[in-house]
């Protein structure tokens, strides 16, 4: 087989554990570990370095606290329901309330790390609707205000030294203020640029999908203008079978009479397929086996010399979106057509439908595998790693397109297509589906 599509697995749980729903959680949460460890960091060096006198017992209650009050947003992650603003807003003040109890115990506003309030002011005005940030920010002045009145003084042995410790002070608030807030305020520009490379990858696949609705109401259509005519070429060509019977005139055109069948079989295979294509569009889902009989029936007719064997034993099973599934199920048929094509009279195509009773378990729904495989030539490991991602070149003059659609519309059915392939021992490719 030339080629196929290779659906990407689903990408894994972060390791934070965090749920995608919950990337602004997370977020906070990098942030007041950040945090924490920058208060640990200066409580250390004002007490061992710097000799101030400070109540740690106090302080370091109030940073495990926040530790806490992490460790709880942490396992919050993992629940599926998503967090609000009003979720948020709520942890926010907590830093705001932690960190206004941090300052009051050393030395209130005179505290040169007094503005650590920005970060959680800059977080809340990224992530909240302007009433939560405003709210925030009323919050967090009242609370600078307090503290220029309440708060317990600093006691500094080195009294000459004061000013250059405050100044200090400042500055390493300053550097961490200011890479908190980047950090922070950039991961927020990131994650909207993916939000709005989504969205618009999610208007083009609406797009796409008014293009195939248009192009199916062509097709139905045409289906229903073929109907007629086509029915009246085979009457005419079941006469003249009937005539040529005894005309040895006519006995001369059996082999184009045959031809002629063969193609009006062609476009039955095609309308009726079409026809169960646009019940399952109309919501209503089609019997996969009989489906899959009447597709490789019209295959078959497509490919008369290539031998292609199919066990369609399960029963019970329905799927919808065959629109989809036929494209997928054509271009794997007739790439594994075309690998064997080279052995002759020794290559087959073999299609099977089987049940995952394994995934069907894990989903919670009856799940299908179809297999495609074939006995031809293989396809090397640097052309299987690109097949479906990328426009390819192949021995048979095509260009991976094909491939491409059939990516698409695997994805676009909810469902999952593996490719296995070794060079001079065939390919096999396995497309899983959901189905009732």
Not at 165 to 186: D, E, K, Q, R
Not at 189 to 195: C, F, K, P
Not at 243 to 259: F, T
Not at 411 to 420: C, E, I, K, N, T
Request: include cysteine.
């Amino acid at each position: 087989m030339q080629s196929t599509s290779v659906l990407s697995p689903i990408r894994p749980v972060p390791m934070n554990g965090a749920l995608p729903q919950h990337q602004l959680l997370a977020r906070l949460s990098w942030l007041r570990w950040a945090t924490i460890a920058g208060e640990l960091l200066v409580l250390a060096g004002a007490h061992f370095w710097l000799d101030i006198a400070l109540p740690l017992a106090a302080l370091l209650g109030l940073i495990g606290l926040q530790a806490l009050i992490n460790a709880a947003t942490w396992a919050r992650m993992r629940m599926v329901r998503p967090a609000g603003q009003g979720e948020l807003f709520m942890q926010l003040l907590l830093d705001l309330a932690v960190l206004s109890a941090l300052l009051f115990f050393s030395g209130g506003a005179t505290n040169p790390f007094v503005s650590f309030y920005l970060p959680a002011l800059a977080a809340g005005a990224a992530t909240l609707a302007w009433p939560y940030a405003f709210a925030l920010a009323l919050c967090a002045l009242a609370a600078y205000s307090g503290l220029v009145y309440f708060y317990e003084p600093l006691h500094i042995h080195d009294h000459g030294q004061a000013m250059a410790y405050h100044l200090a002070g400042m500055w390493i608030n300053f550097s961490i203020s200011a890479l908190l807030i980047t950090w922070f305020v950039t991961r927020i520009a990131a994650a909207v640029r993916s939000r709005d490379g989504q969205l618009a990858q999610a208007r083009e696949r609406q797009l796409q999908g008014q293009r195939i609705v248009a192009l199916g109401t062509q097709a139905a259509g045409a289906a229903h203008a073929l109907n007629t005519p086509l029915s009246t070429v085979a009457v005419i060509a079941g006469e003249m079978r009937r005539d040529m019977a005894g005309n040895a005139a006519l006995a001369l055109y059996e082999e184009d009479l045959r031809v002629v069948e063969e193609q009006i079989a062609v476009c039955k295979a095609a309308l009726e397929s079409m026809r169960l294509d646009a019940d399952a569009e109309d919501g209503r889902s089609a019997a996969l086996g009989p489906w899959l009989a009447t597709l490789i029936d019209g295959w078959r007719l497509r490919h008369p010399s290539v031998l292609l064997a199919a066990d369609l034993k399960q029963e019970g099973l329905a799927a919808g979106q065959l629109q989809d599934l036929s494209q997928i199920l054509l271009t794997l048929l007739d790439n594994a057509a075309q690998a064997v094509r080279e052995r002759g009279h020794d290559g087959q195509v073999r299609l099977s439908l089987a049940v995952d009773e394994r995934a069907s378990a894990k989903a919670g729904q009856k799940t299908a595998i179809i297999r495609v495989s074939d006995n031809g030539c293989g396809i090397a490991p640097d052309l299987l790693a690109r097949l479906g991602h990328m426009p390819v070149a192949s021995g048979s003059g095509g260009r991976g397109i094909g491939l491409m659609l059939a990516f698409a519309a695997a994805a676009h059915m909810g469902g999952r297509l593996r490719l296995r392939s070794a060079p001079g021992e065939g390919t096999a490719a396995e497309l899983q589906l959901p189905v009732s």
